[in-house]
């Protein structure tokens, strides 16, 4: 099984540790994992502004860059979202957002790692509401979570239970300066019901949005640290 | 002023957003505990859907049948082009009749074609009897939602605006004491106007009936006691039976203010003796949504504003920040038909989250629509032109990995020297929030170090 690893744009430049513990992860769960190193970015920035039409270019690139791996595995699920429905590439296995790979192919019943905080996970819309990653509080249906599922493998892991469980942060792409005002709105509101439910480490499967929330909670000097879920999967002391 | 300005200013007040949210989140929350009471839920949601897709596959054929058994019920029935016919259309049915006032109940409709300020410039006094409407017609402002047209406002502001207009106490704010005077008010009105207009709720292709929904008893009030009843309606509002109506009620009044049914559902097929009653049936740009294949069926909408009421940013941004009759996420995708110039910003206020398509009773993808809608917009070139430039740009640079690394490792050590650079007042991220700190290497790098040999 070979797997391609897509680590988005954001990612690669400002949060290294994201794709790192990414990497960890999935060798530790016995996958050959390979990492394109013409990769750059999805495309989503341009799509999700209206520019679709242009980012042809940008999705050729990401066609061959990943042409020869039966799985693509990314730890985002917005940008996992926007190759799936926009870029046309189609892998033997399929596209899968880290904690949807490791619950649908890997099929994993038990982890080894431990990390004995109180973590409150943010639901990233686009990997709850577009991959359907977790069951959404908008419809009369049996709840089920990948991301919880795995979080709750982990030993010592306290799982904190929020007000709003799947309201949006408001990063929402080139939203985070279009709509400013709104946008930072919707992150205090999130960091508070965080903080407010005993939250000690925010994690989520986006680090888009966890990138808005930590500027927020830097900015307002709150004790809340931030870590990618595939950090905490893949952390054990 | 355009959505993000409106927005700007709405969050200045802070505890004013806070309440806005809560308020609207609670009825978010009366939606999902109703709702989540009927087990066969999410197939009523389906239905309503696939019956909405029948009427706009067969809409003539409908419209046809409900002007027919109308005619034949005594109605007389009215067809308008535009919101100009529309309000001339009415405007004709006070003058034939001698009448120079009117009691209205809600119709979203007539905000869309701005009827109450055409009549009134025609000296036709109108009357809003909707609790709601009226207020906000009061203050001379726009509902700020569809439903519940003046929940922007407190119940302060009420007590400020009643004091003014209709002389309660000063600083009297008990809701029980305004809303006695606002009855007494309206019961003045309603006895005194010999025409009443009202919206319509659902129009039955099969029998030429019509359903309008209200809380208040309202619409009832106004229509039985005039003469001549106007139901003004935009033509999807066709259903085609009246067994239908067991689907949709059910559906309306839990996804709109959480409770089993409206207070009044009122039917309404032929006039009373002496009495006369219209249909105008609207197009005003259905047609051309129509045609729109990926936004036809924008036109499934039942106006429950539940959408408005998940959105995250409608509850901080306020329904007059959308500068439409009909805010929100379905305004967003109905209002750049109307005008693509005009609305050009609504698309792009919003995160794309997705709430508003799971709440939708009739399942429109509104979150897909919106996505694209900021295509056609570009595409027909309504992009600010730093944009298009700054899109170019970025797409260069993500499509040559050489440009990509270097411009990554370059801007990353530009911020670790000169912070300043980004983190000054010129950057919207940093006014509210700091930067990511700049790591030395990136992960290309590490991986280039620890796994590439």
Redesign the interface.
């Known amino acids: 099984m070979k797997v391609g690893l897509f680590i988005p744009c954001y990612i690669d430049q400002f949060y290294p540790q994201v794709g790192v513990a990414t990497l960890e992860l999935l060798e530790k769960l016995g996958c050959e994992v390979g990492f394109p190193l013409n990769q750059t970015c999805c495309g989503q920035p341009m799509a999700n502004s209206g520019f679709e039409h242009l980012a042809g270019s940008c999705s050729q690139l990401f066609i061959d860059n990943f042409s020869e791996f039966d799985y693509i595995v990314s730890p985002s699920g917005s940008c996992t979202l926007h190759v799936k429905e926009h870029v046309g590439i189609h892998p033997k296995g399929g596209i899968y957002e880290l904690t949807e790979f490791i619950n649908d192919v890997l099929k994993i019943d038990k982890l080894d790692a431990r990390f004995p905080h109180k973590v409150g996970l943010h639901q990233s819309c686009h990997g709850q509401r577009g991959l359907k990653l977790s069951q959404m509080s908008e419809l009369n249906a049996p709840g089920f979570s990948k991301p919880e599922k795995l979080l709750r493998m982990v030993d010592g892991l306290d799982l904190v239970t929020l007000d709003r469980k799947d309201e949006c942060c408001g990063f929402g792409g080139t939203f985070c300066v279009t709509e400013e005002a709104v946008s930072v709105r919707m992150g205090i509101d999130r960091v508070r019901d965080h903080v407010k439910n005993g939250t000690e480490v925010l994690t989520g499967g986006d680090t888009s949005c966890l990138m808005h929330l930590e500027g927020i909670i830097r900015r307002e000097k709150l004790p809340l640290k931030v870590m990618h879920i595939a950090e905490i999967l893949n952390f054990s002391n | 002023m355009q ?2 300005e409106a ?2 200013i ?2 200045k007040d802070v505890e004013r ?1 806070t309440w806005h ?1 809560e308020t609207l ?1 609670w009825v978010r929350q009366k939606r ?1 505990k109703v ?2 009471q ?2 066969e ?2 197939l009523l949601r389906e239905t309503a859907s696939q019956i909405k897709n029948n009427v706009l596959s067969n809409l003539h054929d409908y419209l046809v049948s409900f002007e027919e058994q109308a005619i034949r019920n005594g109605v007389k029935v009215h067809w308008a082009a535009d919101a100009a016919e529309h309000n001339q259309i009415v405007l004709s049915i006070l003058r034939e009749n001698n009448i120079n006032s009117l009691s209205k109940s809600k119709s979203m409709l007539t905000e869309e074609c701005h009827m109450n300020e055409f009549l009134s410039h025609n000296g036709i006094d109108v009357i809003d009897t909707d609790l709601g409407e009226r207020i906000v017609q009061l203050r001379q402002e726009p509902p700020s939602h569809i439903v519940m047209p003046a929940i922007h406002l407190k119940k302060e502001d009420v007590s400020d605006t009643f004091h003014e207009h209709l002389n309660t106490e000063k600083g009297n704010n008990a809701p029980q004491y305004l809303t006695e005077v606002a009855r007494h008010h309206l019961r003045e009105k309603f006895l005194e106007r010999k025409l009443a207009l009202t919206g319509v709720n659902f129009a039955v292709a099969e029998t030429g009936e019509f359903v309008v929904c209200t809380n208040e008893g309202n619409a009832d009030m106004g229509a039985h006691l005039a003469d001549v009843h106007i139901a003004c309606m935009g033509f999807e509002k066709i259903i085609p039976k009246r067994e239908h109506l067991g689907v949709f009620l059910r559906l309306l009044a839990r996804s709109a203010t959480g409770q089993p049914i409206t207070t009044y559902s009122s039917h309404f097929r032929k006039p009373c003796e002496g009495q006369q009653m219209h249909i105008v049936i609207v197009d005003n740009g259905r047609s051309t949504q129509l045609g729109r294949k990926d936004f036809r069926n924008s036109l499934k909408c039942i106006r429950c504003a539940a959408c408005m009421n ?1 959105c ?2 409608y509850r ?2 306020g329904g007059h920040s959308y500068h439409n009759a009909v805010a929100g996420p379905i305004g967003s995708i109905l209002a750049p038909n109307l005008d693509m110039t005009k609305f050009a910003d609504l698309p ?8 508003c ?3 939708c009773p009739v399942k429109i993808d509104i979150h897909d629509q919106l ?1 694209k809608w ?2 056609v ?3 027909s070139g309504h ?1 600010p032109t730093v ?2 430039l700054g ?2 740009a ?2 260069f ?5 050489a440009a ?1 690394q270097l411009g ?1 490792s370059v ?2 050590k530009i911020m670790k020297a000169l912070p300043f650079l980004v983190n000054n007042g010129m950057n ?2 940093f ?9 030395s ?8 170090k620890n ?2 040999k």
């Not at chain 2, 006014?431 to 790591?439: A, F, I, Q, V």
Request: charged letters at 25%.
């Open positions: 959505h993000s927005a700007d709405f969050n957003t949210d989140w999902d709702a989540f009927i087990p839920w999410e998940t995250p940013v901080r941004s792009f206020a919003s995160t794309l989250c997705g709430s398509s799971n709440v996505y900021r295509q917009l570009v595409q992009a944009k298009k899109m170019k970025m797409n640079t993500f499509s040559h990995p990509y990554g801007g990353r919207p991220w006014k509210n929030r700091e930067m990511p700190e700049p790591p290497e990136s992960f290309r790098d590490w991986y280039k796994r590439k």
